[in-house]
């Protein structure tokens, strides 16, 4: 059997490990294009408010920016630990496409075995019809035999009984 799946509803068939593939390069590739969108983004506005802020206010706000630079440091961590979450959710996929792929291959070799089963179950059948016809036609040529020796026989003992009738006769 394939590694195909037919729809129910609109009866397309698709081949589980390309959709399951597909899927999961397309969502690791979306991930990094955005995660790393978001990351340069962040970047380039921080830097850019940053080095207004410092024209701006100059040293006496320096205090005030480093401190907002901490929080962003902390959203930064934030960011990254979220990134370790999605890529853990992505290993998972991955995983449980692994699960999906055995339990496919399982359910083929339970339907190998399903029709192995009905393939022996129908030549065990065949051969015991054949068989039985067999003895059959055995049974009858028998039977045919068994009359033509009684025929044999019922001519042999006429023969014989004649045989006898003219050796009287004759004596």
């Not at 207004?52 to 006496?60: D, I, L, M, P, V």
């Not at 059948?125 to 044999?152: C, G, I, N, P």
Request: glycine content about 2%; proline content about 1%; charged content about 45%.
């Amino acid at each position: 059997m394939s590694n195909q799946i037919t729809c129910p509803h609109c009866q397309n068939s698709f081949n589980l490990s390309e959709i399951a593939n597909h899927e999961r390069e397309e969502w690791q590739k979306s991930f990094e294009v955005a995660a790393n969108e978001k990351v340069k983004a962040w970047q380039e506005k921080k830097e850019q408010e940053l080095k207004t802020q410092f024209a701006n206010e100059g040293n006496k706000t320096a205090k005030a920016l480093e401190d907002k630079l901490i929080t962003e440091q902390k959203k930064r961590e934030e960011a990254e630990k979220n990134e370790m979450e999605l890529r853990k959710k992505s290993d998972e996929l991955i995983e449980r496409e692994k699960n999906i792929e055995l339990e496919k291959q399982r359910a083929v070799d339970a339907e190998k075995e399903k029709i192995k089963k009905s393939f022996e179950d129908n030549e065990k059948v065949s051969r015991e019809k054949f068989l039985a016809e067999k003895d059959e036609e055995h049974r009858r040529k028998e039977m045919e035999y068994q009359k033509q020796l009684d025929q044999m026989k019922k001519t042999l003992d006429d023969a014989k009984r004649k045989a006898d009738q003219g050796s009287m006769q004759i004596q």
